[in-house]
């Protein structure tokens, strides 16, 4: 890779930084959005948070169990996905709403 | 084509007989699905598949008493590359889960059909989730951990989501799923930075880094530290990540409850203590405060909001987290009496659990929604023997002597003291007292006159014969701790020595 393409002074710092602040995003978004379709997106910001976070890792110790790791977790948020986009609709339509304040009936 | 410099790709040797009680479960898990696509509209099918789900736990608890046999005499070792270990502590744990999953199945059978949920597919769900659970017992790496605490919880969503025409089970799914995968991505992040600081996912790894080297800026290993520890709160059901437990427990079907109160926090506390006790004992000093945190909180805020509540499986959730803080008790101590103390605890109490549970189930009736603590007034008249077992099972969980509890409650709390825990010691039996209160509050109201004007309208309470043999194996289950705590102590010290490290 030439140098123009991959510059020196971009070292890991940069992509840990980056996905310090999508996870943050992520977890904020979480807890402060009440459209359930939103925060699952969210969650799965915060996944691709922690890849980044193994890929730039793998890159900078040399070793590749890190990148392997990925692999793991895109299988793991597409069961997710299924499981939850599921229930997500099965309670739509129920209630013709994916907004989580109307999901209230178990409190106290 | 192979050039002349290219290595070909080395296979990892897979050791079958590691990972056996798991490929049981999982092949029962497979086998009721295949029969429920080529066998589609026969009736018996259910039947069949609760059948082979009992036989697939049966299977299952057999390789697990030869691989206790195998370490017993040859001591503990890691298979897969270190990815999975095979030793005491991880037989314990399993041996744990399938009791609770035994006991969930047994409960199961007469609860689907009562509420006419008949499907094939709530067996094999279940038994997916105890293979995570399992493999969450014997894991060696932050990564099986991960991707066994995923497949236990994708099936426990959609087991909590299971009873699609009851509103409050769809949303106890929805909430289970929207902070269960929560957690699973803090816990994730947590992994990477530990990977980051260290260079590796092994546990043993791990610890074998840091007895070598003395790490300059821990900052990033901290913070991993901390969202690892964030990340198994919430699974264990620990305050402050205790939110979702209320609503889930309450919402889900109530052998879902058991089986969520008694397996899972299982699996959790093995991934717990292999991780802090195990990987991370060198930073014990760091990592000892903050257990003691979430224990104190745990202790106090489910026994305290566990007082003003009137339905009684709510009331049972909140005692939940406060057990999970008993446990944590004897995480904290970080020493070999305070792992097999925890142990112990969690056995009891996935025995305990599902027994209450039990006794929820049947009184709720068709329909699952009679939990309220008037729903349980004349009880004893009416079905004394009922009435008789949720007194022992609540008086287990206060922790009254000759139940198991008392011995579990004794062992953390001796565990404590042993390394000057006296405050945690203190709180735990104040914890104690006021959860003593919780239970008392129900055994008045099943030995209370019924109501008069309230008579117990509705189906009559019906026990059927899986849940009766259930309730049975649990009664005795709690006395025989009780009474002979010896075994299982002597198991659980045999366990705890016999650790892969």
């Known amino acids: 890779m030439s140098a123009l393409a991959y510059p020196d002074h971009i070292t890991a710092t940069y992509y840990l ?92 | 084509m192979i050039g002349a410099g290219v290595t070909p790709i080395a296979h990892a040797p897979v050791d079958w007989y590691a990972i056996a009680p798991e490929i049981a479960l999982f092949a029962a898990a497979i086998l009721i699905v295949v029969l429920r696509s080529v066998a589609r509209h026969d009736p018996k099918v259910h039947q069949a598949s609760m059948l082979i789900a009992i036989a697939g736990v049966a299977a299952s608890a057999l390789f697990t008493g030869v691989q206790w046999a195998f370490v017993h005499s040859n001591g503990p070792y890691q298979a897969m590359s270190g990815l999975v270990a095979v030793d005491g502590f991880g037989v314990f744990v399993k041996s744990v889960i399938l009791g609770a999953t035994l006991l969930a199945l047994l409960l199961s059978g007469g609860y689907l059909r009562r509420e006419h949920l008949e499907s094939p597919e709530y067996f094999a769900l279940m038994l997916c989730s105890a293979t995570g659970m ?8 932050l990564i099986t951990i991960f991707l066994s605490l995923e497949i236990l919880s994708i099936a426990l969503y959609v087991l909590a989501a299971f ?18 995968s929560f957690s699973s991505a803090v816990f994730l992040y947590g992994i990477a930075l530990v990977y980051g600081a260290t260079g590796t996912t092994r546990l043993s790894g791990i610890a074998q880094f840091l007895a070598k080297i003395v790490l300059l800026h821990d900052g990033v290993l901290f913070v991993g530290l901390a969202l690892l520890l964030v990340g198994l709160g919430f699974k264990v059901a620990a305050a402050p990540f205790h939110m979702w437990t209320p609503d889930v427990y309450q919402g889900a079907p109530t052998p879902v409850t058991a089986f969520m109160a008694a397996a899972t926090k299982a699996a959790a506390f093995a991934a717990v203590l292999r991780i802090f006790v195990g990987a991370f004992r060198l930073y014990d ?52 009496k305070g792992t097999s103390a925890a142990l112990f605890y969690v056995c009891t109490y996935a025995v305990m659990a599902t027994g209450a549970f039990a006794i929820v189930m049947l009184v709720a009736r068709r329909g699952d929604d009679r939990h309220e603590l008037t729903d349980y007034r004349g009880l004893a008249s009416a079905r004394p023997v009922l009435a008789g077992l949720l007194t022992l099972f609540l008086l287990a969980q206060a922790g009254v002597p000759l139940t198991g ?32 209160f919780v239970y008392l509050r129900i055994v008045l109201a099943m030995y209370a006159p019924p109501d008069d004007e309230a008579a117990p309208e509705g189906p009559r309470i019906v026990v059927d014969a899986g849940t009766g043999v259930a309730l049975t194996i649990a009664a005795g289950a709690i006395v025989f701790l009780g009474v002979v705590p010896g075994i299982v102590l002597d198991f659980a010290h045999a366990a705890t020595q016999l650790l892969a490290r």
């Open chain 2, 163 to 180: 009873d699609r025409r009851r509103l409050s089970s769809q949303e106890a799914g929805l909430k289970y799923f929207l902070l269960g």
């Open chain 2, 405 to 436: 509890g008392f011995v579990a409650k004794l062992s953390v709390f001796s565990a404590a003291i042993d390394v000057g825990q006296y405050w945690l010691a203190l709180v735990g039996m104040l914890a104690a007292v006021i959860g003593a």
């Open chain 1, 17 to 108: 930084v980056l996905a310090a602040i999508l996870f943050t995003i992520g977890a904020v978004g979480l807890l402060v959005r009440k459209n359930t379709l939103v925060m699952f997106m969210c969650i799965e910001l915060m996944l691709n948070a922690a890849n980044l976070t193994f890929v730039s890792f793998a890159n900078a110790l040399n070793d590749i169990s890190g990148q392997v790791i990925v692999f793991f977790t895109l299988v793991v948020a597409a069961a997710e996905v299924a499981v939850g986009l599921a229930i997500i609709v099965a309670i739509f339509r129920r209630r013709q709403s994916v907004n989580a304040d109307d999901v209230d009936l178990l409190k106290g």
């Open chain 2, 134 to 141: 399992m493999l969450m017992a014997s894991a060696n790496d």
């Open chain 2, 285 to 336: 000093v760091d990592w000892r405060p903050a257990v003691f945190g979430l224990a104190v909180l745990s202790l106090l805020v489910g026994s305290i909001a566990a007082v003003v509540q009137t339905d009684v499986k709510r009331m049972l959730a909140y005692q939940s987290i406060s057990h999970a803080g008993y446990v944590l008790i004897g995480v904290q101590a970080a020493t070999d």
